[in-house]
């Protein structure tokens, strides 16, 4: 809830600023069962988990960083719609490369943003993720699981 929201926020200030971090830092979290909040992993780096951040923020993690670390004022944080959902695409297909797949994707499903590392596909390995945006969570979870479907 709003508490434990509000305690994650407090650790991951607390964490930066005792580490005098410049630029982007990652504070992974666990909450327990009995509602206690625990530091999992931090990455001084953007990170997977704000990776969403490239089409559902004014200003990506990335762009962000880079304002950082060049003392640039910090762009908007703000999310460009009510919800935005990042979809890892691991392994890749069995046949032909991620690059053949793209135009099916694309045309079935024009509102995901599909980003690829250039990595040579191999099972279990993350190649790539997809993003989608928008107003409704049921329809923005199927367009970014569908179209992620694609590239398996």
């Known amino acids: 809830g709003e508490r434990l929201q509000r305690a994650a926020a407090e650790i991951g200030v ?12 990652a504070v992974e979290l666990f909450e327990t069962t009995d509602e206690r909040i625990l530091v999992n992993e931090l990455a001084m780096r953007p990170h997977n988990s704000g990776h969403w951040s490239q089409d559902g ?12 670390v060049l003392d640039l004022p910090l762009g908007s944080a703000d ?4 919800w935005s959902v ?12 991620l690059e ?5 994707a694309m045309s079935a499903h024009p509102t995901a943003k599909i980003h690829t590392y250039g ?16 107003d409704d969570l049921d ?4 367009e970014a699981r569908a179209a992620a479907a694609f590239f398996d």
């Open 14 to 25: 607390a964490v930066a600023e005792g580490l005098g971090v410049t630029g982007m830092l």
């Open 57 to 68: 923020a004014v200003t990506s993690q990335f762009e962000q960083h880079l304002r950082a």
């Open 79 to 82: 999310a460009v719609a009510p």
């Open 86 to 97: 990042m979809v890892n695409v691991l392994g890749g297909p069995a046949e032909g490369g």
């Open 100 to 104: 053949d797949r793209f135009a099916d």
């Open 119 to 134: 990595k040579a596909p191999r099972p279990g390995r993350k190649v790539g993720h997809v993003n989608v945006v928008g």
């Open 139 to 142: 329809d923005v979870v199927y």
